[in-house]
């Protein structure tokens, strides 16, 4: 017998004899009198008689079948165990084993799971789901009906006591697809409309929701799902509502204002729904079990691990899903951090708007949830596959959260691209205005701020403390209940970013635990920068130069780090013993004549003191001991700083004296 292999492809009947000689003939898939007449006048050229005529024949109504009806080709046989709720399924394609599994079939979801898998094995029924469901449906209200007891063995029913069920079960409601190719430009320009009719939103937010209940549908597109922070300063500004709009235009959407962690996790490991979570800020903020959750599900790859069983076999648990939070505020920066934020304002009365009627709504927009669902499914594919270009402005954590939106807005044309990046663009600047740091970038911007003021190098802890609290619009002073922030608090906080506390000499005999500006520069380059990444400039300054000292009666001498300048021109930085003055410069200073310093390192010159040089005056020589200036100099009682060792330009010895 001869071997055949007979396909359609298009509206043709292609027939291949021993895989050399291939033949084809114009026929409909779906019209069995062009079926017919093609298979005669394929045999008669191939000269095939009797059973190789009648075998061409069968083979070419199974192929008109694959073509147009492939699901006719599935057979589903269901058995009922000895034990359990669940069926065992072997489901078979044109007479070939696909798969074998034992599933709940009363569970609409485990149907679909069945079904998605179906057709994930046969090319043929790829994109197909939806029907191979309905053949699904089909087999198991005709298995119901011919063995009502099937489902549930009635030995489990008889040894069950009936016990009221608590609550109600969860509708995860998936839209049947649109019969025919839709425009996506179209779909969304529908959406922004529709959401602009409802609710107030602020600039560009409409196309950003919009693109966001599309990438809900197209989720199994995506590694990464931004969550979408509705916000607003105050209630009343309509975050509800675009809640209740959005969970009718997505996909197996679950609405609700509060929600346990196992709940959570356990419904998006079996469901994966899209998850609205209203009044996010009552409990959300302090729940850091369910934060670690939804920021886990920002990705595809993230899970949670529990123990199940009676075993305590630890198991992981999928929590990747589209997610939605209504928050009055802000909400915690690591959520935020993941999210594309929404800043929604109170209704002005010039601002209109059509009032939404909850049972009106499903019927009102069925077809345009379809819309989206078809041509969703026709580009997923092309989404899956997409790397879209992402705007400059957007950070890393940013970027990965808009490509999907990117996506969506570039499969659906140039002019919704642009509408994309510009939104994106804005969402950027709006951020960047409106970003409240977090608290440990906060301390270090105050702390930098401190060190400004007061001019100088070093301070103890305890008057950084001080300084933090007596800023009026900062967080320190209402810190801990109201005590306000402490050492120890502060040490904890600083000590993250490797900054420790010191022994560190703030004046001649004042040695104390302290902080030195030189230890903060490596975290303030790295935290406290601006939109683009760069350094902050300081208050004042044209750059973001390193503890520069510019000396302005000396030339403008720069110096870049004192300490290494004079560790580099060869100065002890431990300084000889102060030499005997006698007793005709000791009553010198007792009268008040003249001033005598010991050397201090606690303002960044290894010669005196913290008070900066005076203006005019003569230069000082010395040997880095003693600095003596009295009054037949005019300088006044000081004490001063020597301009000659600020400068590492000690000039020769003349006895640790300046008459």
């Known amino acids: 017998m001869p ?42 050229e191939f000269g095939l008689e009797g059973e190789d005529r009648i075998d061409l024949a069968t083979r070419a109504s199974a192929a008109g079948l694959l073509a147009s009806e492939p699901c006719r080709l599935l057979v589903f046989r269901m058995e009922r165990p000895q034990r359990g709720i669940r069926l065992s399924v072997q489901v078979s394609f044109a007479g070939e084993p696909v798969l074998r599994d034992l599933v709940d079939i009363r569970e609409l979801r485990a149907r679909e799971r069945l079904a998605k898998e179906v057709a994930s094995r046969v090319p043929a029924l790829q994109g197909r789901e939806p029907e191979v469901l309905a053949r699904l449906d089909r087999e198991v209200e005709f298995f119901s009906y011919l063995e009502p007891a099937g489902v549930l063995p009635a030995r489990e029913e008889a040894a069950a006591p009936e016990v009221p069920a608590q609550g109600r079960g969860i509708d995860f409601v998936v839209p049947v697809a649109w019969t025919e190719p839709v425009d996506g430009a179209e779909v969304l320009d529908e959406l922004t409309e529709l959401l602009r009719r409802h609710v107030v939103l602020p600039r560009q937010g409409a196309e950003i929701v919009a693109l966001w209940i599309a990438h809900a549908h197209a989720l199994d597109a995506s590694d990464v799902s931004p969550r979408l922070v509705l916000a607003s300063p105050e209630r009343r500004c309509g975050k509800s509502t675009l809640l209740t709009l959005i969970r009718a235009l997505t996909p197996r959407a679950v609405f609700t204002s509060h929600v346990s962690v196992a709940a959570l996790f356990r419904m998006i490991a079996a469901h994966q729904p899209t998850v609205l979570l209203d009044e996010g800020d009552a409990f959300i903020k302090h729940n850091e079990d369910i934060r670690a959750m939804l920021n886990a599900g920002h990705r595809r790859d993230g899970c949670v691990i529990r123990c199940v069983g009676d075993g305590n076999e630890p198991r992981s648990f999928p929590v990747f899903a589209a997610t939605a939070i209504a928050a009055i505020g802000r909400l915690p920066a690591t959520i935020e951090d993941r999210a594309i934020i929404l800043r929604m304002k109170r209704r002005m009365p010039n601002e209109k708007v059509t009032r939404l009627v909850l049972h009106q709504l499903p019927g009102a927009i069925e077809g345009l949830v379809r819309r989206i669902a078809r041509w969703v499914s026709d580009h997923l594919e092309t989404l899956k596959s997409a790397d879209p270009e992402v705007p400059p402005e957007l950070n890393d954590r940013a970027a990965d959260g808009w490509r999907p939106l990117l996506a969506i807005a570039d499969a659906a044309g140039p002019r919704w691209a642009g509408l994309a990046r510009a939104a994106s663009r804005e969402l950027a600047r709006e951020d960047g205005l409106q970003d409240e740091a977090s608290t440990k970038i906060l301390l270090l911007r105050s702390v930098r701020a401190i060190f400004q003021d007061r001019g100088v190098d070093r301070i103890a802890s305890e008057d950084l403390v001080d300084a933090l609290l007596a800023i009026e619009d900062g967080p320190w002073s209402g810190w801990k209940h109201g005590t306000g922030i402490t050492q120890n608090i502060l040490a904890r906080m600083l000590g993250e970013f490797g900054i420790r506390s010191k022994t560190v000499r703030l004046a001649p005999g004042d040695r104390r635990k302290g902080y030195e500006r030189a230890g903060f520069l490596d975290a303030w380059e790295r935290y406290l920068v601006n939109q683009d990444g760069d350094p902050e400039e300081e208050a004042g300054e044209g750059s973001s130069k390193r503890d520069t000292v510019t000396s302005q009666e000396t030339g403008g001498l720069q110096r870049h780090g004192l300490d290494e300048a ?8 431990e300084l000889p013993a102060r030499p005997s003055t006698g007793p005709t410069e000791a009553s010198r200073i007792e009268a008040g004549q003249g001033v005598t310093l010991e050397p201090s390192n606690g303002a960044g010159c290894h010669g005196v003191t913290d008070r900066p040089p005076p203006t005019g005056g003569p230069p000082c020589s010395c040997n880095g001991e003693v600095h003596v200036w009295d009054s037949d100099h005019g300088l006044g009682p000081g004490p001063w700083r020597c301009w000659s060792c600020q400068l590492v330009a000690h000039g020769p010895a003349v006895g640790g004296v300046v008459p």
């Open 3 to 44: 071997h055949l292999k007979v396909m359609f492809v298009g509206a043709e009947l292609q027939v291949t004899l021993d895989g050399e000689r291939t033949i084809a003939k114009t026929a409909s898939p779906t019209d069995d009198v062009s079926i017919a007449a093609a298979v005669m006048a394929i045999a008669d």
């Open 566 to 573: 004079i560790r580099d021109a060869g100065v002890p930085t």
